[in-house]
């Protein structure tokens, strides 16, 4: 997940790292107000995901209130690498003298972090790279080892940093290093980190991203709940109810018992002249009402018109299962086709709940047969 730059400098207090006092505004009311309790000439800087703001005009300085009011309705109304811009950063002016660049990412060569810092920050780093790339000083980290203090103090000397900023500099490395590890990040950057002409230094910008993977514990950690991005409100609402569910553009839906069956079955839908409107994958704890939610969630896409459960009673019990579908009929008369395929564990059960329902179903067949049970079934309620 892509953290904010208002939320990474969040990220970086936690870890001791200095940033400057500022508040997340969403209306130009808002702004007035907070540069007054910060105190003129404050920054203006636009809340989206890309980078390259600056340059885009998204970083504004502003010393008084018209002037501040005129560019925050700008700004509002800007939008950056297509995302609609909604709040802005307001933060208390700083005094600039020195832009370094200080970031980890993850080496997939060697699987380790790696540390950088370069004297040439505020700039691209990508930039840096190629244009001088002797400017970058690399340092490959180990989370077996401690803090690496002397490696940091080593790489900065190298660096040809100001020897009167090694210090406040290396503060914030740590508090880097830290918030990498402690908030399970693939990207951590400072761009720039800035020293400033009392000699206190500052991260300006943050840029974080944390692994996927660890989404769980962060939420909880990182108080940051985000309507995922690039998703179609049928996956929002999988995941809640934590079904491996993909939005697709065909009309047959799926509710398959495995990922391997879901991507069979896509197959044969497609074997068929069909084409499936979703992939769900019912996983291995198929209690009656994640089998329902299921269902729901499938008939809940307009497009579907039929649905096929391809599903296995190995670590499921098809008792189970029938009985989440029928608690779905219960619910509401089926709006269109169905047919279940389902053996194994408490079949006779599942089967009967199912057939005295009268929902077509493929008991020892194949997949193929139940695809062309659905296809058929398809094309038989279209001609009522
Ligand atoms: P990015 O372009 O999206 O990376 O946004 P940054 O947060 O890095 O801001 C871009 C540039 O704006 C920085 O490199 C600074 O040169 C400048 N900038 C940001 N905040 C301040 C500030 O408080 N004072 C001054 N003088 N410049 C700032
Ligand atoms: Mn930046």
Known sequence: MKLYECEGKMVFAKAGIPIPRGNVIASVDEAAASAATLGYPVVLKIQVMSGGRGKAGGVKLVSNESILRETASQLLQMSHGGEQVERLLVEQQLNIKYEYYAGITLDPLTLLPLLMFSTQGGMDIEHVAETMPEKIITRHLDPLKAMPLHGVLEMLEESGIDNGHLMPVTKIIMGLIKAYYAYDAITAEINPLVIMDDGKALAADAKFETDDSAHYRLKSVLGIVREEQGMTQLERKAKELDLAYVSLDGTVGLICGG??????????????????????????????EKTAAALRLVLGDPA?????????????????????????????????????????????????????????????????????????????????
Not at 262 to 280: E, I, Q, W, Y
Not at 320 to 346: F, I, N
Not at 347 to 371: C, Y
């Open 259 to 288: 990922a391997g069956i879901g991507m069979g079955s896509m197959d044969m839908v497609m074997a068929h002249g069909g084409r499936a409107a979703n992939f769900l994958d019912l996983g291995g704890n198929a209690t009656t």
């Open 304 to 384: 579907v018109k039929g649905v096929l459960m391809n599903v296995f009673g190995g670590i499921n019990n098809c008792a189970t299962m029938a009985k989440g579908v029928c608690e779905v009929l219960d619910e509401t008369p089926l709006r269109c086709a169905l047919v279940v395929k389902m053996r194994g564990h408490s079949q006779d059960e599942g089967w009967a709940m199912l057939e005295q329902r009268g929902i077509p179903l493929v008991k020892l067949g194949t997949t193929a047969e139940a695809v062309g049970l659905l296809m058929h079934e398809i094309s038989r309620t279209k001609e009522q």
